[in-house]
Structure formats: structure tokens, C-alpha cells
């Protein structure tokens, strides 16, 4: 534990024991985020660090408002209503933190384990025991989400000595993807029946795949529909913008004014607009990138 989070455990541990009812899923995100605290440690960073936001914020806030409105009593009480507004947008960002980072991780593992499973069914083929199976992926996959899943499955057998199928069991609790879940459960379940392993990722991988080939196919059709728009709504309209504003300034002699226009148009609008099409298409495609 941190001095960061002894010191707001000590300040807010109170506040934190009551409201720790109210985030009843907040410990298993934290898990399955990888990140090393209690729900309750976790509330309290959260607390202190929304505390510093608002005591920061607020005579910031204070003289702006009361420079802008030329009065402090009103300034003041403005800028205590929105320090407390920024201050709980703040909060439940952070909250949800873990959140986001497990559903990036989802998405990574998710990216990846078609391939995977044709990785782990080819060694599995080889009639290995399914902890060698684990250990040899984990010691040849490249660095990753899921080949770090993987990897605490072998280091939970190797160091702890659990046996296999406890180890499946933990690590189909704390993984974020729900198709890696679905996964290893059917490992466990094949595993436990006396059922054979390198079949079932032989057919999983099949289906994995096939899955994965869909959503390249519905991406590409929808990769072309965003690629239409973008061309005729974004880069004709900025050109038929820039042409139109020329002609009306040379009729109208304010010049000064669609310079400006033009200048915010082409070298601020157009590589903001670009900026945020290049990051939806990353977000939205199947391989990530």
C-alpha cells in the first residue's frame, strides 16, 4: 500500500466502509483490471484525490467568476456549485476507471484469441498434460493481455501448486473477456469429463475464426459507409466551404474575415475532424489498429 492511499485510508476509511455497499461490483473490476487495491482503498484514493480537485478548483474558480460577474459574494457561491459539479464528474470518472481498463482488456483478448486457440489446440494435439499445454503457450506467445491471463494460470500451478482445474476455475473468474471465459470454462468442463482437450480447441478455434472473419467482413462493409461520408461531408463540403466563402468575400469586401474562417476551416477543423475519423476506425476495428 502506497503513503497516498494509507494517508486517505486514514482520513476517509469512515466514509469509505459506508458507502463500499453501493459499489457492489467495483472489487471484481478492480480484479480483472489488474489493479492491486481494495474496493475500499480504492474509494478512499478516489475520495482524497476529488478533495485536492476541489480545493484546488475552488479559489481558481472564485476569482474567475468574481472578475467576470464583478462580484465576489456571487462568484463565490457560482463557483462553489460548480466546483462541486466538476468535482463529482470527476468522482464517478474515476470510478469507473477500472471499468474502462477492463473492457480494453477484453478487447485486446478478444483481438487475439482466435489466433490463440489455434495456437493452444495445435500444442494441445501433441497429447501433452493440459498444465504443459499452458506453459509452453505462455512461454512462447508474444506480450499481451491474454498471454498474461494464460501465464498466471501456469504460475498459479507452478508456484502455488493448484492443481489444473482450480487454476481454470480462478482465472475464469477474473478474466474481462467473456469469449476467453467461455473458452476456458470449456477446457475445464472437457478436462473434467475425461473429455479430449485438443478436440475441443480444434472446434473452438474453427468457430472462433469464423467469427472473427464475420466481423472483418460486416467492419470492411461499414468501413466503406464511413469512408463515404467522411469524403463527401468533410472533404468536399470544406472544399465547396473555402470556394463559396471566396466568392461571397469578393463580393462583399470582408475579406479580412473569411481569411479567418479559412485559416480555422483548413488547419484547425479538417485535422481535428481526421484525427477523430483515424481513432474511430481504430477503435472499431476487430484487429485493434
Do not use: C, W
Amino acid at each position: 500500500m502506497s503513503n497516498y492511499t494509507k494517508v486517505a485510508m486514514r482520513l476517509f476509511h469512515p466514509i469509505t466502509d459506508t458507502i463500499d455497499p453501493y459499489f457492489t461490483n467495483l472489487n471484481l473490476d478492480l480484479k480483472r483490471a489488474r489493479i492491486k487495491m481494495t474496493a475500499t482503498e480504492y474509494l478512499a484514493g478516489g475520495i482524497l484525490l476529488s478533495f485536492l480537485i476541489f480545493v484546488i478548483e475552488l479559489p481558481l474558480l472564485s476569482f474567475i467568476f468574481a472578475l467576470v460577474f464583478r462580484n465576489f459574494l456571487f462568484g463565490f457561491i457560482t463557483s462553489v456549485t460548480v466546483s462541486f459539479f466538476l468535482t463529482a464528474i470527476f468522482f464517478f470518472a474515476y470510478i469507473s476507471y477500472p471499468n474502462i481498463l477492463m473492457k480494453n482488456r477484453a478487447r485486446n483478448i478478444e483481438t487475439v484469441l482466435p489466433f490463440a486457440s489455434l495456437h493452444l489446440s495445435t500444442i494441445a494435439s501433441s497429447k501433452l498434460p493440459l498444465f504443459k499445454v499452458f506453459q509452453i503457450f505462455a512461454k512462447f506467445a508474444a506480450s499481451g493481455d491474454l498471454a498474461e491471463e494464460i501465464g498466471r494460470i501456469q504460475t498459479e500451478i507452478k508456484l502455488f501448486g493448484i492443481d489444473i482445474n482450480t487454476a481454470l476455475e480462478k482465472a475464469i473468474e477474473r478474466t474481462p473477456s467473456k469469449s476467453l471465459k467461455e473458452l476456458l470454462y470449456g477446457i475445464l468442463s472437457t478436462s473434467r469429463s475425461g473429455g479430449d482437450v485438443s478436440i475441443y480447441l480444434k472446434e473452438k478455434s474453427r468457430s472462433l475464426m469464423l467469427e472473427y472473419r464475420r466481423r472483418l467482413f460486416e467492419f470492411s462493409n461499414s468501413l466503406t459507409v464511413f469512408v463515404e461520408v467522411y469524403l463527401t461531408a468533410i472533404i468536399l463540403g470544406a472544399i465547396f466551404f473555402v470556394v463559396l466563402t471566396a466568392i461571397l468575400s469578393g463580393i462583399s469586401g470582408g475579406g479580412g474575415n473569411a481569411i479567418f474562417l479559412q485559416f480555422f476551416l483548413i488547419f484547425i477543423f479538417l485535422p481535428m475532424v481526421s484525427a477523430m475519423f483515424i481513432f474511430f476506425v481504430k477503435s472499431t476495428s476487430p484487429g485493434g489498429e
